[in-house]
T-cell receptor, first 112, second 114 residues
């Protein structure tokens, strides 16, 4: 089955700096890669996703890149703000609305 | 996006009892899943809830322990049977549509077993 690894497990950045979280996947059939943000005590919220036919996708301060050959994808957050502090999970699946395999999560802390 | 309601939001249960968690989606969805998230951990898929048929369980999860129903497209239940303290966790319902591809999560049901 699919295995998704995520690094780093914790990340602390100063407000205004950029943050990068990286994930690798094992199943070459995976073609859908969402990112979720989970604040303490809340449900995971989908923040951005990318499909295998696209190399990069951007939405305001967040962007995701995908390298199918290397089987890795990354989340980039620019101009970080304190409200970006949360746990971020990457995930992979083999189709739309298919079961997701999650990475282990990255706890991002944005300090003032 | 789909709105997913779960209940109960939390419960404290005694060892050996069973609890059923309900999940209701406000729109037509294709897929429904049940995940478990232990404190400070990632999300682990328990099973895919199939409409009108038996759920598809992931390795390490069995129907006798986690019976699942999905009588229609927008409603599913997960029962945690014969609970032990190791079952203390957050159980999350997830749902999505193939045409949009996105999966959304309910608020979760926090279960504590004493």
């Amino acid at each position: 089955g699919e295995n998704v690894e995520q690094h780093p497990s914790t990340l602390s950045v100063q407000e205004g700096d950029s943050a990068v979280i990286k994930c690798t996947y094992s199943d070459s059939a995976s073609n859908y890669f969402p990112w979720y943000k989970q604040e303490l005590g809340k449900r995971p919220q989908l923040i951005i996703d990318i499909r295998s036919n696209v190399g990069e996708k951007k939405d305001q301060r967040i962007a995701v890149t995908l390298n199918k050959t290397a089987k890795h994808f990354s989340l980039h957050i620019t101009e970080t703000q304190p409200e970006d502090s949360a746990v971020y999970f990457c995930a992979a699946s083999t189709g739309t609305a298919s079961k997701l395999t999650f990475g282990t999560g990255t706890r991002l802390q944005v300090t003032l | 996006s789909a709105v997913i309601s779960q209940k109960p939001s939390r419960d404290i249960c005694q060892r050996g009892t069973s609890l059923t968690i309900q999940c209701q989606v406000d729109s037509q969805v294709t897929m429904m899943f049940w995940y478990r998230q232990q404190p400070g951990q990632s999300l682990t898929l328990i099973a895919t809830a199939n409409q009108g048929s038996e759920a598809t369980y992931e390795s390490g999860f069995v129907i006798d322990k986690f019976p699942i129903s999905r009588p229609n497209l927008t409603f599913s239940t997960l029962t945690v049977s014969n609970m032990s303290p190791e079952d203390s966790s957050i159980y999350l319902c997830s749902a999505g549509r193939r045409d949009t591809g996105e999966l959304f999560f309910g608020e979760g049901s926090r279960l504590t077993v004493l």
